[in-house]
């Protein structure tokens, strides 16, 4: 590879550090510090003219934070003249934030798109949306990998026996059945229902067989954990052997550890997209790393190759 950075924001050194290591390349020194009127400030310690260089950035809270940084290192590497500027964001922005579903609110990924091009990125590497729709919200290139095959790999080595994929409702269906033909493995469906004019949707049945069985649930992201314990609740009701799962963003947030800790889950897979930090290290919790398959997809934009069989990688 030839004329090629990679810088680290803050938060992001170690799963940087993995990508580097796995390219054997060292990690780009970008300073970081924030003034007495807590306004931030970056700069490359290094030359970075006419290089291919690429900025790593998590979402460990405070998010808007996180935001400033990002956008603040776009535009001094745009100003340093870098040849082309490649932001990678394991875990979207604002992903959720993806539609006008209530009156007079924002679409905030939409926005966070409008603001990474605008500071003077050219390209963008995510993984897993929460809406595959997000990347048409980029006039610049937007490549999503995904930690499909990764989560697969990990619970085919286990190998599992009398498995079955389980949707936590109708609009993960899709994602089950995907799931269920890598496993070659039958699906069910939890069927939701909402009483009267509650808003709240109870998991009340199972479409298709769970007894005795081993349930695999899977998602692209966790966040308080609630319809992940309220799927595997029932999945256990109907008679399953044991309840795994498998989610690519562990946000985890709130009451997500202490759910997890007493729920019939035996093991939460998830990817380091999002930094676990040292107190939501629990036993019932295993995180595989997914910055290899960012390594890969680096190295091949460098090298101006496809990244389409990324999808097999």
């Given at each position: 590879?030839?004329?090629?950075?990679i810088?680290?924001?803050?938060?992001?050194?170690?799963?940087?550090?993995?990508?580097?290591?796995?390219?054997?390349?060292?990690i780009?020194?970008?300073?970081?510090?924030?003034?007495?009127?807590?306004?931030?400030?970056?700069?490359?310690?290094?030359?970075?003219?006419?290089?291919?260089?690429?900025?790593?950035?998590?979402?460990?809270?405070?998010?808007?934070?996180?935001?400033?940084?990002l956008?603040?290192?776009?535009?001094?590497?745009?100003?340093?003249?870098?040849?082309?500027?490649?932001?990678?964001?394991?875990y979207?922005?604002?992903?959720?934030?993806?539609?006008?579903?209530?009156?007079?609110?924002?679409?905030?990924?939409?926005l966070?798109?409008?603001?990474?091009?605008?500071?003077?990125?050219?390209?963008?590497?995510?993984?897993?949306?929460?809406?595959?729709?997000?990347?048409?919200?980029?006039?610049?290139q937007?490549?999503?990998?995904?930690?499909?095959?990764?989560?697969?790999?990990?619970?085919?080595?286990?190998?599992?026996?009398?498995?079955?994929?389980?949707?936590?409702?109708?609009?993960?269906?899709?994602?089950?059945?995907?799931?269920?033909?890598?496993?070659?493995?039958?699906?069910?469906?939890?069927?939701?229902?909402?009483?009267?004019?509650?808003?709240?949707?109870?998991?009340?049945?199972?479409?298709?067989?769970?007894?005795?069985?081993?349930?695999?649930?899977?998602?692209?992201?966790?966040?308080?954990?609630?319809?992940?314990?309220?799927?595997?609740?029932?999945?256990?009701?109907?008679?399953?052997?044991?309840?795994?799962?498998?989610?690519?963003?562990?946000?985890?947030?709130?009451?997500?550890?202490?759910?997890?800790?007493?729920?019939?889950?035996?093991?939460?897979?998830?990817?380091?997209?999002?930094?676990?930090?040292?107190?939501?290290?629990?036993?019932?919790?295993k995180?595989?790393?997914i910055?290899?398959?960012?390594?890969?997809?680096?190295?091949?934009?460098?090298?101006?190759?496809?990244?389409?069989?990324?999808?097999?990688?």
């Amino acid at each position: 590879m030839q004329g090629i950075k990679i810088f680290a924001c803050p938060t992001a050194k170690q799963f940087t550090e993995e990508i580097c290591e796995t390219l054997q390349l060292p990690i780009g020194n970008l300073e970081f510090l924030k003034f007495k009127n807590d306004n931030t400030f970056a700069q490359y310690k290094e030359t970075v003219r006419e290089q291919d260089v690429y900025i790593v950035q998590t979402t460990q809270p405070p998010v808007n934070e996180r935001v400033m940084e990002l956008l603040i290192a776009i535009d001094a590497a745009k100003r340093a003249s870098a040849k082309r500027i490649n932001v990678i964001l394991p875990y979207y922005i604002y992903s959720r934030s993806d539609k006008k579903d209530q009156p007079r609110i924002p679409i905030t990924a939409k926005l966070m798109a409008q603001l990474i091009e605008s500071a003077g990125a050219n390209r963008v590497i995510t993984c897993d949306l929460h809406n595959s729709a997000i990347q048409a919200y980029f006039n610049i290139q937007c490549d999503r990998l995904t930690a499909k095959f990764l989560l697969s790999a990990y619970f085919k080595e286990k190998k599992l026996e009398d498995m079955v994929v389980v949707a936590t409702d109708a609009g993960s269906a899709k994602k089950a059945y995907k799931y269920s033909h890598i496993f070659n493995c039958p699906i069910a469906l939890i069927d939701k229902r909402r009483d009267e004019n509650d808003d709240h949707a109870i998991a009340s049945s199972i479409i298709g067989d769970v007894k005795d069985k081993t349930a695999l649930i899977f998602d692209d992201e966790v966040s308080t954990a609630g319809t992940l314990i309220e799927a595997a609740h029932l999945i256990k009701e109907f008679g399953a052997k044991q309840i795994y799962a498998g989610c690519t963003h562990g946000i985890l947030c709130g009451p997500a550890i202490e759910r997890i800790k007493q729920s019939d889950i035996k093991e939460l897979v998830i990817t380091n997209t999002v930094p676990l930090t040292k107190e939501k290290q629990i036993d019932k919790i295993k995180v595989v790393s997914i910055a290899p398959l960012f390594a890969e997809a680096i190295k091949r934009v460098n090298e101006a190759r496809p990244l389409g069989d990324l999808f097999d990688f």
